[in-house]
């Protein structure tokens, strides 16, 4: 495992080949990643199915679930599916949940009027469930009348709950309800301050922050692969990271007058590519993890870039 002041995960890629899950857990596992994230994007995945399959084949890697949509998922059945996985296996489970992504969310028709209240309501209750305790509640959008777990369901711990959020409105709720703050790429240093400014916690809380990355001894092979994955940035999702950088309008700009999402991905700058990413030789994109963890990061999570998952996770296992 790393001897890092924070922890240093991956994410298994939505599209991964079937085939290669499992290695690439196992193989997460053995280079001695501290954590595995699994996410569920609208059309891929499973969340929770990923979670309980990988945690089923490793020995010893924290998963954790980035993100589940509250709106998408009963808060009480939420909870038997986190307490069973963290039941069976203890201390390696932590549960993200957010507001999804409004497009994927109202494509699905599950976008509420307001998801602030949703998630404040939905986190209260998922973390009484989680402890056993009877959930009566009365909200906008969670209405609970007593449930809770039998006692032979509960786990004797928990896992943590965080929040996937980014505006600050949402971010300070997270510092109000959650035992952590999921951060989705790009992260930076100046992101991370400005984020904490709003999370504010009132206790113990974690960051976990999500970047591309790839390693390579040539940098400029290492930015080439992680360039593509760029592409969704210039959407209005992601101003609030790329504000504090100081070229979002630049970048929108560019965005507006690209023909298509990989064109302006190839228009970036190196230097926006190099800022937005995680990409270069092992010691240098080390470093950039380090500046993370000054920041305030306890958790850097790195997005294989390139075409082969599993060759990435080999180069990314370098920076351990």
């Not at 490793?58 to 808060?75: D, F, K, Q, S």
């Not at 994109?285 to 305030?296: E, K, Q, T, Y």
Request: with cysteine.
């Amino acid at each position: 495992m790393s001897h890092s002041p924070g922890a240093i995960g991956v994410l298994l890629p939505c599209d991964i080949p079937t085939a290669d899950m499992i290695p690439f857990a196992r193989e997460a596992d053995a280079y001695g990643f501290d954590e595995l994230w699994v996410a569920e994007d609208l059309g891929h995945r499973g969340g929770l199915a990923q979670a309980a399959t990988v945690l089923a084949h490793t020995r010893r890697i924290r998963v954790g679930v980035g993100l589940l949509p509250a709106a998408a998922r009963n808060v009480a059945f939420t909870a038997m599916e986190a307490a069973t996985l963290a039941q069976l296996h203890p201390g390696r489970l932590d549960i993200a949940v957010g507001h999804g992504m409004p497009a994927w969310m109202r494509s699905a028709g599950a976008w509420p009027r307001s998801p602030l209240t949703l998630l404040r309501e939905y986190i209260n209750a998922l973390r009484a469930l989680l402890a056993g305790e009877p959930a009566h509640t009365d909200g906008r959008y969670v209405r609970l009348d007593g449930p809770r777990l039998h006692p032979s369901a509960v786990p004797d711990q928990a896992p943590a709950i965080f929040a996937g959020v980014r505006s600050p409105k949402s971010l300070a709720l997270s510092g109000e309800t959650a035992d952590g703050t999921l951060l989705a790429e790009p992260v930076t240093p100046p992101y991370v301050r400005q984020a904490l400014r709003s999370i504010n916690p009132r206790r113990a809380h974690r960051i976990t922050a999500y970047n591309i990355a790839a390693v390579d001894d040539d940098p400029r092979a290492a930015m080439a692969a992680a360039r593509p994955a760029l592409k969704a940035l210039g959407d209005t999702d992601w101003k609030p990271h790329i504000a504090p950088l100081g070229f979002y309008e630049e970048l929108a700009h560019l965005r507006r007058r690209s023909g298509s999402a990989q064109d302006f991905a190839q228009a970036m700058p190196d230097q926006w590519v190099e800022q937005l990413s995680l990409s270069g030789t092992a010691a240098h994109v080390r470093g950039r993890l380090d500046d993370l963890f000054l920041s305030g990061v306890s958790s850097a999570v790195l997005i294989p870039a390139g075409p082969s998952a599993r060759a990435a996770l080999a180069d990314l296992a370098a920076v351990l």
